[in-house]
Nanobody, 115 residues
Framework: QVQLVESGGGLVQPGGSLRLSCAAS????????VAWYRQAPGKQRDVVAR????????DYADSVKGRFTISRDNAKNTVYLQMNSLKPEDTAVYYC????????WGQGTQVTVSS
């Protein structure tokens, strides 16, 4: 069964950048489109960005469009989220999963944007 491990979060000032990574175990990783999700306290877990199986197609939530970039390296079973121009409203726990949310969730990585 796939295991997902997110990393790269931290505390950053507004306007700063972070690069998140999601490492997946298991050989089935590359056959799925994958997404990054985020969940702020008291809110539901929402999609932030999605990427197709081969990485040629991406789409983003309006709130992050132009600031975040999703990418993947199927040889390394890893998905990335480059986050630039971070805002306090980006503060959340960030998770990755396939677009069906069918893999067991990892522990997530906390991103805090604050001065």
């Amino acid at each position: 069964q796939v295991q997902l491990v997110e990393s790269g979060g931290g505390l950053v000032q507004p306007g700063g950048s972070l690069r998140l990574s999601c490492a997946a175990s298991g050989s089935t990783f590359s056959i799925y489109a994958v997404a990054w999700y985020r969940q702020a306290p008291g809110k539901q877990r929402d999609v932030v960005a999605r990427i197709s199986e081969g990485g040629s197609s991406t789409d983003y939530a309006d709130s992050v469009k132009g600031r975040f970039t999703i990418s993947r390296d199927n040889a390394k079973n890893t998905v990335y989220l480059q986050m630039n121009s971070l805002k306090p409203e980006d503060t959340a726990v960030y998770y990755c999963n396939n677009i069906y949310r069918s893999a067991p969730w990892g522990q997530g990585t906390q991103v805090t944007v604050s001065s």
